[in-house]
């Protein structure tokens, strides 16, 4: 199974998570290489325990997905969470109602899940 990225109105959510994924490689035709702006990220866990990374892509280096997973060691974060139990959804907001304009990418290797398939990521766009 791969990712699937759905983009419903302001919201664009990733289902089963179990390759890397990139704006840059899931979704040139959608959106500018200059990256989404962002409003808010809310990560829904697998399980307890689960650990999502989210991390910025170099706007210059960003031009390919491989380049940009090639980035994972160096990367900013952007989103960090460890999940208490399967209910504890969390949430961060970004730059207040015009939202920050990012470039996020998933390495899953930097991330831990108990079942993938069963994870999603939601980003709320300015």
Same mark, same amino acid.
Do not use: H, M
């Given at each position: 199974m791969s990712n699937t990225t759905i983009i419903t109105g302001n919201f664009l959510q990733i289902k089963?998570?179990?390759?890397?994924?990139?704006?840059?490689g899931d979704l040139d035709k959608?959106?500018?290489?200059?990256?989404?702006r962002v409003k808010s990220i809310k =990560?829904?866990?697998?399980?307890?325990d689960d650990i999502m990374v989210i991390k910025e892509a170099d706007p210059g280096y960003a031009t390919t @997905?491989?380049?940009?997973? @090639?980035?994972?060691?160096?990367?900013?974060?952007?989103?960090?969470v460890k999940c208490v139990d399967i209910y504890d959804q969390r949430i961060e907001y970004f730059g207040g109602v015009g939202g920050k304009i990012m470039?996020? =990418?998933?390495?899953?290797?930097?991330?831990? =899940?108990?079942?993938?398939?069963?994870?999603?990521?939601? =980003?709320?766009?300015?």
């Open positions: 089963g998570l179990d390759v890397d994924w990139s704006v840059v959608y959106f500018d290489k200059a990256g989404l =990560f829904i866990p697998s399980a307890t @997905a491989a380049l940009v997973t @090639a980035q994972t060691a160096t990367a900013p974060e952007l989103f960090r470039r996020p =990418f998933i390495d899953v290797s930097d991330c831990t =899940f108990s079942t993938a398939s069963n994870v999603r990521v939601e =980003f709320e766009l300015a």
